[in-house]
């Protein structure tokens, strides 16, 4: 039976996972208050086989027609939301396929593998260098470097700032925030340096032959692309290629504090670094919300009456703490198999770099443990993330224990 009380996002501060399980145990679906002032109630769904169920759903759209439109012309008066509609994570079929199908060759899971090394060496030399200092913070001096590293090479364009740039990521992610109220101003002018950065380097031809931004401005110049599909999909990358891993790491680190005996498994040796970067990601979920769906027509979702207009938001972060799929729940278990794991969402939109992710996370275990032995992570230092949406630390500082 679903719970009559009006689920709110806003209202759980960090720890949300005891009302998430809740949440599960009592029919794992609620209404709840608007994930965004645009739009009114959604339903919220916890369960990972109703999260699954969403995600899939042909009727749950980015931006469906009819009578939605005038909500999404609201929505995207927003400077930031407007250009991020141009990408592939805020587009339908058929135009979400247009963006996609060209890009997703460069990802594919051989194709990400052989980045391994790469990955490594350069997570290796980022650790060695940071444990010159008696503590460091291992997310601006481990994570962020070594994401927007991979960007570069992916992508095929230089970053000389990446801490300058992930900040602006960080800030136009407000844009993307679950809210009561308007978009944070500041949102719009990290959106509009980044989109000027972005614009600047096409403009100056610092794009490298064989990258996906080449790859992007191919598109355009072949005619089936716009340059503002090309620039809005290089800013999206920008966000999303680093945030999942430097934030997946900084939850990691709290994690392993937390469970000892998960983190003896790791300095011991006893289970791969890849195998735990899976664990982890499942259970240190950077991304809690979906983006809202909203339906384009009425149904019937699960026996709930759904109708046109109405948003649904899957809470990933709760299913992939769903017992019926993952036997330790909101346990850490290195040694689980884990599979189906929904941090990378299913369906049309799931992630087209989750390959390259696992990779960077695994890279940043196995030199923070193999370079940096015995490190402790500063509790009382730690810094989180301000957001309802996205999980993760502003700051992760780290003690060495020969300093």
């Not at 980045?115 to 460091?136: V, Y």
């Not at 664990?279 to 339906?295: F, K, M, S, T």
Request: charged share 20%; with cysteine; proline share 6%.
């Amino acid at each position: 039976m679903i719970s009559a009380k009006l689920f709110n996002p806003f209202a759980l501060g960090n720890d949300r996972f005891p009302e998430f399980a809740r949440r599960r145990a009592t029919g794992g679906a609620a209404w709840g208050e608007a994930p965004y002032p645009e739009v009114g109630q959604a339903y919220y769904v916890f369960s990972h086989a109703l999260v699954s169920k969403a995600l899939k759903h042909p009727s749950l759209l980015q931006a469906p027609p009819g009578a939605y439109q005038a909500t999404r012309q609201k929505i995207t008066a927003n400077y930031a939301l407007d250009l991020l509609t141009k990408s592939m994570m805020l587009s339908d079929p058929p135009q979400h396929l247009q963006l996609r199908r060209p890009l997703a060759g460069a990802l594919t899971p051989s194709l990400s593998a052989r980045l391994f090394d790469s990955l490594l060496s350069t997570a290796l030399h980022l650790t060695q260098k940071a444990t010159e200092k008696p503590d460091f913070d291992a997310v601006r001096d481990l994570a962020v470097p070594l994401s927007f590293s991979t960007l570069e090479n992916i992508l095929g364009i230089d970053i000389d700032n990446p801490w300058s740039m992930g900040e602006d990521a960080q800030c136009m992610a407000k844009a993307l925030e679950m809210r009561p109220e308007g978009v944070d101003p500041d949102a719009n002018d990290a959106c509009r340096r980044l989109e000027l950065w972005v614009s600047s380097a096409i403009d100056k031809g610092a794009i490298r032959p064989n990258g996906m931004a080449a790859q992007m401005l191919a598109e355009v110049e072949a005619g089936r692309w716009h340059r503002d599909d090309a620039v809005a999909n290089i800013v999206f990358l920008l966000f999303a290629g680093q945030a999942t891993v430097v934030d997946t790491f900084g939850n990691a680190l709290v994690a392993l504090e937390c469970f000892p005996d998960q983190r003896k498994l790791l300095e011991d040796g006893r289970v791969s670094w890849l195998s735990a970067a899976e664990e982890l990601l499942r259970y240190c979920a950077p991304v809690h919300y979906a983006g809202a769906r909203i339906a384009a027509n009425d149904f019937d979702f699960d026996g709930v009456a759904i109708r046109a207009g109405q948003a649904v938001v899957p809470v990933l972060a709760s299913a992939n703490r769903d017992a019926a799929v993952f036997p330790a729940g909101d346990q850490l278990d290195l040694n689980a198999a884990v599979s189906a794991t929904l941090t990378f969402g299913t369906g049309l939109h799931v992630c087209l770099g989750q390959h390259v992710a696992r990779l960077e996370l695994a890279a940043l275990l196995e030199a923070l443990f193999t370079k940096a032995g015995g490190w402790r992570l500063d509790l009382p230092r730690v810094v989180r993330r301000p957001s309802v949406l996205l999980y993760g630390l502003q700051t992760a500082p780290l003690v060495l224990p020969f300093a």
